[in-house]
């Protein structure tokens, strides 16, 4: 988790900002299989699980009544495992992650062994942690465990600390000579791999978790992510060292890496980890787990910019799942449902950080809703917003037997109808529709489907089209018959349809589609496919008339073209498609594509 044991926790305004040390010391394909990954069994699907960091980190009544953090010990640790075995494990939860803290005693010190290495903490683990893998094991479950990044600043040890299996190399011969700090809090030295004895250190540590018996690495504070972007936090070194010391261990060691890594970066976290926590920290750090406005609703703005990073051996990490307990949540049951819906459809892992002793009857079905898990761990890739990121969407993706996943949420603070229209899903005419949380045929239905929901509600459906195809009628961006307004001009685009895109569209910067043929009046899904680095708003109006606006996901990057559906109400013939920055910055206008038909 981002606010590790070393973080006070901060507000949701400063969620991103450098936290304070207290160190001691359209619709999308399926995604392509990744070239490399560390050993073929290894996150085929995304893992599922437990994870204590949610309950150390929550001020809830009872959960650490020995101080902040002090819920992390061997026998809370033991009862959620014995929890899930009894009651999950049988719909594919397995790890069993300890977060944070276990080489720490209750006041935060630090202790390592004579290695440098993290040292269990006494009366946390009294009996180490390979005794507590061991049970794991015995459970039939999976042991995971957490690292921070770089030399922990309290095993430097003036530096004269010996590295294990490397006979003359200490602390001193791992670390830059200004000993320069790293990580999200910067608790630890940073390591420079340059140094012959630096990768010996990481083979240290990794040698050690494998013989206590680990299935599972977290490895925590990661840059460029984790609040911090420079050399000093540019930790892709490390993660290749932990890549090739797990493989050298011969234990198939998931590698984990946390938190808000720099998507600039996915071609590394891919090549070398099995998942990456694409965003901050779910928990709140008050008196519940969880909170709506804390960052759950965060997750539904930064997941789209990194969809087509997940499939087979790597996986976008959306943080904890917690929605098992009810109150302690701190969520509405609407709340819980779109919480877990988003995590399922987006193929995120599905870990939870709840009290899975005391699961409540309406969170155990949430967890345990086989449909929803098969949907999360089968072929399906994930699915991606099909319409703009307004308060009311709709994500969906095409499955591999040609039915679809397309679920509605309403992000508003209070009750709203949304729509699936089929055009945007690429079909006309009649589908059959199954909700999937209440396992239910809802029967056939014409071009659409419409769902009253409530404040920050969602449904969860497959759909499976017995209509036509959609026929589209195409218009570049940078087309000579359109008209650019204010800064707005043609730029190139190697990842756009012709070539070509309309940039420079900030400040009133103005493109209007002139003669948009339809044949009968009617509104109309139009497709847009545009290029975002950031998440941005344009205001969309046709043949002059009041204009709508709508926020469009970021594509990740400059370079890569996504679309999205906006509907737009024209009349039979030709007409105009105006798309307006406003006073803000909108996204760069590969194409439009309008359907045959409305």
């Known amino acids: 988790m981002r606010s590790s044991p070393y973080s006070v926790m901060p507000a949701r305004t400063a969620r991103a900002l450098v936290v304070l040390a207290l160190a001691a010391g359209a619709v999308t394909a399926a995604p392509a299989a990744r070239a490399e990954t560390t050993a073929p069994a290894l996150a085929a699907k995304p893992y599922m699980g437990w994870s204590s960091w949610s309950m150390q980190s929550s001020k809830y009544p009872g959960l650490n009544p020995d101080g902040d953090y002090s819920y992390l010990t061997e026998a809370n640790v033991l ?209 519940t787990l969880v909170s709506w406005e804390n960052s759950v609703d965060d997750r539904w703005d930064d997941t789209p910019a990194w969809t087509r990073h997940a499939g087979p051996g790597g996986w976008n990490d959306l943080d904890s799942l917690d929605v098992g307990n009810g109150q302690m949540d701190g969520l509405t049951k609407a709340e819980r449902q779109s919480y877990a819906t988003l995590w399922a459809i987006a ?91 209440n396992h239910e045929n809802l029967g056939t239905y014409k071009n659409r489907i419409t769902q009253a929901l409530p404040a920050h509600g969602s449904r969860l459906f497959t759909v499976t089209p017995h209509g036509t195809a959609v026929k589209w009628a195409g218009i570049e961006a940078e087309s000579p018959a359109n008209t650019l307004g204010g800064n707005a001009s043609v730029a190139d685009c190697s990842a756009c349809s012709d070539g070509k895109k309309v940039g420079n569209l900030y400040l009133g910067g103005k493109l209007t589609f002139n003669d948009v043929i339809v044949a009968k009046a009617g509104t109309y899904q139009i497709k847009v496919s545009y290029i975002s680095g950031d998440a941005r708003s344009v205001d969309v109006s046709a043949n002059g008339g009041g204009a709508t606006r709508h926020k469009l996901p970021a594509t990740g990057d400059w370079g890569t073209v996504s679309s999205v559906h906006i509907p737009v109400t024209l009349k039979a013939g030709a007409n105009t498609i105006t798309f307006d920055s406003g006073t803000g910055y909108a996204p760069d206008i590969d194409r439009i594509d309008i359907p045959q038909s409305s």
């Open 79 to 287: 009862k959620q495992a014995g929890a899930m075995a009894a009651k999950l494990k049988r719909y594919g939860y397995e790890y069993v992650n300890i977060d944070a803290g276990w080489w720490m005693d209750k006041a935060w010190k630090s202790g390592f062994d004579q290695y440098g290495r993290q040292k269990p903490d006494p009366s946390r683990f009294p009996r180490g942690m390979k005794a507590v893998a061991d049970d794991l094991h015995a459970k039939g479950l999976k042991a995971g465990i957490y690292l921070p990044a770089g030399l922990e600043k309290g095993a430097y040890g003036d530096g004269k600390t010996p590295v294990w299996n490397a006979e003359g190399c200490t602390t001193a011969d791992i670390v830059y000579d200004d000993l320069r700090t790293t990580n999200g809090w910067d608790s630890a030295y940073k390591l420079d791999f340059a140094k012959p004895c630096t990768a010996k250190y990481i083979d240290s540590q990794a040698r050690l978790i494998a013989d206590w018996g680990y299935d599972f690495l977290k490895l925590d504070g990661v840059g460029p992510g984790s609040g911090k972007s420079g050399d000093q936090y540019d930790n892709v070194a490390d993660v290749a060292a932990w890549h090739r010391a797990i493989a050298e261990t011969g234990r198939p060691i998931h590698l984990e890496l946390s938190w808000s890594l720099d998507i600039g970066r996915a071609a590394d976290w891919k090549k070398y980890s099995q998942g990456w926590r694409l965003d901050t920290d779910v928990e709140c750090y008050c008196n």
């Open 347 to 437: 193929k995120s892992p599905l870990y939870t950080g709840d009290d899975l002793t005391r699961l409540d009857s309406y969170g155990l079905s949430l967890l345990t809703n086989r449909e929803v898990i098969a949907l999360n761990q089968g072929p399906n890739p994930p699915a991606h917003p099909v319409t703009p990121s307004d308060p009311q969407q709709v994500w969906a993706a095409k499955n591999p037997d040609g039915t679809y996943t397309v679920a509605l949420f309403n992000l508003a603070d209070s009750p709203a109808a949304v729509t699936a229209d089929w055009t945007t899903l690429g079909f006309t005419g009649k589908a059959a529709v199954r909700d999937l949380w």
